[in-house]
């Protein structure tokens, strides 16, 4: 009689063993095999971490195993189990693999087939389109579309944590008591030490330093012991963490009347203001989304402010970027002059005040929130609910969609939601975030999204008139990296441009971010489906770079990019794309490791070795 060796490994998370009984079914070409327990006599099975194996002894021949089936049923008390994968030593050597990473809650079933990533016209049995088939439906049902707020990206359809997809949990109480004592940190730094400061009287521009915990980090040191100054004003627009306002002015605004005459004490060239201009050294910031949006006003015994500032600034001899006009509001006028670097030290520092106050609000608000946690959000919905686990595009966004959800929902729980966090601590609380983002929505493009495009439509693009703009240079670099990698994906998979244009899968997927993400708008620039095996391997770089790198440069990092700890895939092709990858990720680690010798201000927010994988935090 045939025999099988099945391999089981659990996961390593907390809580991911089980004491359930675990019961076998391989799914045959030919037919199904009965159902069989894995047991192992007086051995405690299925621990955490653990890899069992067990000889499966079936009575007739099954043919080629197209499918294997786990259930899960009650021993005791009800506990969960987290299957990593399976793998299968047929009577004739042969060894399949079955990857799954998934939960099993309380009693159920799951079908798995083996880890060859295929295309929906890759399925000719009726079985295996069955099983894709229903697999989706499944996931249709799990993951559901959901308005938050009007204007907003859709979001899934949960109240809270506990209401998600086990899958898309965070992996234990472990990790969501993480981002609880995480949020009462933060609400203690900010509520607890900013309430306190603005209600009562400063005495002194040194009282900042009273609103800091105490750091050992020598880039924070120096922002802290230079902060005051204008080169580092300017530089924060370049390397700091909302490094993607500043774009190369080729016009005055006529909102902003600042003359030569205003400004030729910071023009070092011996040029009129409109030939620096011409020249390519002007730069503006202009926080026009602010204009009108509503300040705080929760708390009805603290008066809160917001401006919506125009700042101008000029690249020096020195290549450095410096303020040299600084307007608070949109509209000139005599109750809104423009304030100047020669103007009295305390009035020219305050004015630089209030626009990294409205940098800091665009920054949370519209930068990280919209742009990479919203947005990776959509990719990853949309992605559970159209690519079956089969799927080579599902197996590639997997891992850069990880706890997406889970850390989104988890704010819209405690941090954004009415009574949150936003609203105790910050003055585009009680309403004014959701403002910001349903006006910033209208402006948000695809290719917004294409990092180098990004760069180009800003002016920002030539490092040889920008040479310490490290954003953009380091983030140049990875946007290649990751092209290159989802290229090498595309090829494996899709023989011609027809091939991609003809996967209904993949254009399901397409068509839910421009739909439910961009809500229908073809302002957009969404595409509503892809034709091309370049257009593709575009639109996966700006789904992983968006998630990864773009989140790192404007938050922190944690697990590295380029690093699959969970292999979905299993062909020799991919495995040896994503050695190129990681080949191609520690040379740009090497050269910005070389390059941030020695400086007082190295810049590592896009080294690869700090990128997170996913949003996640």
């Not at 030539?462 to 090498?488: H, N, Q």
Request: proline share 4%.
């Amino acid at each position: 009689m045939p025999s099988y060796t099945v391999t089981v490994a659990t996961g390593n998370q907390w809580f991911a063993g089980t004491d359930d009984y675990i019961y076998l079914t391989l799914m045959g070409s030919l037919r199904c095999s009965e159902k069989h327990l894995l047991d192992k006599p007086f051995y405690n099975d299925f621990e955490r971490g653990a890899v069992d194996s067990y000889d499966v002894t079936v009575d007739e021949e099954l043919g080629e195993i197209l499918l294997i089936k786990i259930e899960k049923r009650k021993y005791w008390l009800h506990d969960d189990w987290y299957l990593k994968y399976i793998t299968l030593k047929t009577p004739y050597g042969e060894y399949i693999e079955f990857p799954c990473y998934r939960w099993f809650s309380g009693e159920g079933e799951v079908v798995l087939r083996d880890g060859r990533a295929k295309l929906a016209k890759d399925d000719q049995i009726h079985l295996l389109k069955q099983h894709r088939r229903k697999e989706l439906e499944t996931r249709q049902k799990l993951y559901r579309w959901m308005e938050w707020n009007p204007g907003f990206p859709l979001s899934i359809d949960a109240k809270c944590h506990s209401d998600l997809p086990r899958d898309i949990q965070f992996d234990s109480e472990k990790g969501v008591d993480f981002v609880l004592n995480y949020s009462k940190a933060m609400e203690n730094l900010l509520v607890n030490r900013f309430m306190h400061m603005f209600q009562s009287s400063w005495s002194d521009f040194a009282d900042f330093e009273k609103i800091f915990v105490k750091i050992s980090n020598t880039i924070s040191e120096y922002v802290m012991q230079h902060w005051q100054e204008d080169f580092m004003f300017g530089y924060q627009f370049l390397n700091g963490c909302n490094p993607v306002m500043i774009q190369r002015c080729t016009k005055i605004p006529e909102k902003l009347p600042v003359t030569t005459e205003m400004v030729e004490c910071s023009l070092e060239r011996q040029l009129t203001l409109e030939e620096e201009v011409q020249q390519g050294n002007i730069f503006i910031v202009d926080y026009e989304l602010l204009d009108g949006i509503d300040a705080n006003k929760t708390d009805p015994c603290t008066m809160q402010f917001l401006a919506a500032p125009i700042c101008l600034l000029y690249k020096n001899l020195q290549n450095k970027i410096v303020p040299i006009a600084i307007q608070i509001n949109q509209i000139p006028g005599n109750d809104n002059p423009i304030f100047l670097p020669s103007d009295a030290k305390y009035d020219w520092l305050l004015a630089k005040i209030w626009v990294r106050s409205s940098d800091f609000h665009v920054h949370q608000t519209i930068t990280h929130l919209l742009r990479t946690h919203l947005m990776s959000e959509v990719f990853g919905i949309a992605m559970f609910r159209q690519l079956p686990a089969v799927h080579p595009i599902f197996k590639l966004l997997v891992a850069h969609v990880r706890f997406t959800i889970a850390i989104n929902t988890k704010a819209r729980e405690q941090l954004i939601c009415e009574c949150g966090l936003f609203d105790k601590a910050n003055a585009t609380g009680g309403g004014g975030h959701v403002q910001m983002v349903q006006r910033a929505m209208k402006n948000l493009t695809y290719q917004s999204l294409i990092f180098p495009e990004a760069m180009k439509a800003k002016g920002m693009e030539s490092k040889e008139d920008i040479p310490y703009y490290f954003y953009r240079d380091d983030g140049l670099k990875v946007w290649e990296a990751i092209r290159s990698f989802t290229a090498d994906i595309v090829e494996i998979y899709y023989e011609s441009d027809e091939v991609v244009a003809e996967d209904p899968e993949l254009q399901d997927f397409v068509n839910d971010v421009y739909v439910y993400g961009m809500r229908g708008k073809k302002a957009s620039g969404f595409p509503k489906s892809i034709k091309t095996k370049e257009k593709l391997a575009e639109y996966l770089t700006v789904v992983i770079f968006t998630a990864s790198a773009q989140h790192a440069a404007v938050n922190f990092g944690q697990l590295f990019l380029g690093m699959y700890p969970e292999e979905h895939f299993i062909e020799k092709p991919v495995k040896d794309a994503m050695v190129r990858f990681r080949k191609s990720l520690d040379g740009i680690v090497s050269g910005i490791t070389e390059r941030n010798k020695n400086k007082k201000l190295p810049y590592y927010y896009l080294s690869p070795d700090r990128i997170p994988n996913s949003v996640a935090i």
